[in-house]
């Protein structure tokens, strides 16, 4: 059985030019996603994780290479255009939450949609049904300074899925949380994958967590230098 490549990056080489410094922050960088599957991509610090998952999420433009998603080549497409491609497929989640302070879990969860041109859900109504399947039924009205790490993630796990998007994109999503909340945001993300058969790119520098994926991409110094297939991974 062959699935299909969703996410295809092609030879994709970041520079950036520091003064009269050019540095290599990806140097050639090839790999596909499949529909439904989670990919974690694993990597000392400073190794382009977070470069490359900006590049994936149309945040960040490669120097060279392609970038294909869903059949489209988005690598020379206009900034509208990737804008619009951003905001309807891709759900991003970062390691410091960037929840809105002054609003409560319910308001972070339905702004984007509000905000959305898609029409296909009511805001709060939604947001409230994504913040109950995440556990957080009983904290809607809470802002983000009367929540617990692990339930801050989780708020933003919600905001990420808000308008039901292809694809989730963490960047270190457990980096600044305990081990139980770490499990906590884990279990969320595979329940998540296997209700609504979102396609996961995980980023970490944490093998273990890594290899809860279904595959591990290993990252060093821009370059992916190791490619393991879990059989059988583990949920
Ligand atoms: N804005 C920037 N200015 C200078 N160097 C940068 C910048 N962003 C990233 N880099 C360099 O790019 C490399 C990769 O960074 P990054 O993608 O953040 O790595 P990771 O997420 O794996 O820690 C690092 O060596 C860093 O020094
Ligand atoms: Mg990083």
């Keep these: 059985m062959t699935r ?12 950036l030019k520091l003064g009269p410094h050019t540095i290599h922050v990806l140097r050639g960088v090839s790999f596909d996603v499949h529909e439904g599957e989670m990919v974690s991509i694993v990597g000392p610090s400073g190794s382009g994780k ?47 939450f960037n929840l809105i302070p002054t609003l409560t879990a ?5 702004l984007p ?12 109504k939604r947001a409230k049904e994504l913040l ?12 983000p300074t009367q929540l617990s790490g692990g339930q801050q993630q989780r708020v933003a796990i919600a905001r990420a899925l808000a308008n039901n998007p292809a694809f989730l994109l963490a960047d270190e999503p457990t ?4 081990s139980e909340s770490s499990e906590n945001v884990l279990r969320a993300l595979q329940s998540i994958r296997r209700t609504a058969n979102t396609t996961i790119v995980l980023v970490t520098h944490d093998a273990e967590l890594a290899d809860r994926g279904d595959r591990v991409l290993t990252l060093v110094d ?8 879990n059989t059988v991974p583990a949920l």
Excluded at 58 to 80: P, Q
Excluded at 106 to 110: I, R
Excluded at 222 to 229: A, F, L, M, R, S
């Design 4 to 15: 299909k490549a969703v996410i295809s990056v092609q030879d994709v080489t970041k520079d």
């Design 222 to 229: 821009g370059e992916i230098v190791d490619e393991k297939i």
């Design 132 to 143: 109950e399947l995440l556990g957080l039924g009983d904290r809607l009205g809470h802002l």
């Design 106 to 110: 319910l308001e972070n969860v339905a």
């Design 50 to 96: 977070s470069t490359l998952l900006g590049i994936v999420g149309g945040l960040d433009t490669a120097t060279s290479g392609k970038l294909i998603i869903d059949d489209v080549d988005v690598t020379r497409m206009s900034e509208g255009k990737l804008t619009e491609i951003r905001n309807s497929k891709i759900g991003f989640i970062f390691q410091f």
């Design 175 to 178: 980096g600044n949380l305990d």
């Design 113 to 124: 949609i509000e905000f959305s041109r898609n029409r296909q859900f009511r805001p709060r």
